[in-house]
């Protein structure tokens, strides 16, 4: 999850600049302008716009996976953007609190256990998952 917010108007930013920052990074890495859009998973069109100074309102989003597609820290190309990053943990990067709902739902339904077979189970798995 990106959280940032713009410290000035778009119009401050050199985005000619920006472009030819993001070009120079893309071709040091020998990658055409559609390889890195593709795994940067934003379209060509919008590549290409933003390389060329042209697209002055691309999302955050949009700049941090520009930036990980390059190979750059996010915080500095969202720098030259003059916009403030945060880098936040997505749900899905945080460690589960506790075993997954599909390891539950499989201890629930198997009529083989009883209570007490269940809690050493679940007492085993949370002792591997904390390793």
Do not use: F
Request: aromatic share 4%; glycine share 4%; charged share 30%.
């Amino acid at each position: 999850m990106v959280i940032s917010s713009q410290s000035e108007p778009a119009s401050a930013v050199d985005w000619p600049a920006v472009g030819q920052y993001i070009g120079e990074h893309r071709r040091r890495l020998g990658l055409s302008k559609n390889e890195a859009s593709r795994r940067a998973r934003v379209s060509n069109t919008t590549w290409r716009q933003i390389e060329a100074g042209q697209n002055d309102h691309p999302t955050d989003e949009t700049l941090v996976r520009m930036a990980r597609a390059l190979l750059l820290d996010p915080a500095e190309l969202m720098r030259q953007c003059q916009r403030r990053y945060v880098e936040a943990p997505s749900v899905r990067d945080l460690p589960p609190l506790g075993p997954p709902m599909a390891l539950l739902e499989v201890l629930e339904s198997d009529r083989r256990l009883d209570p007490r077979a269940r809690r050493v189970l679940m007492e085993l798995y949370d002792l591997l998952a904390s390793r």
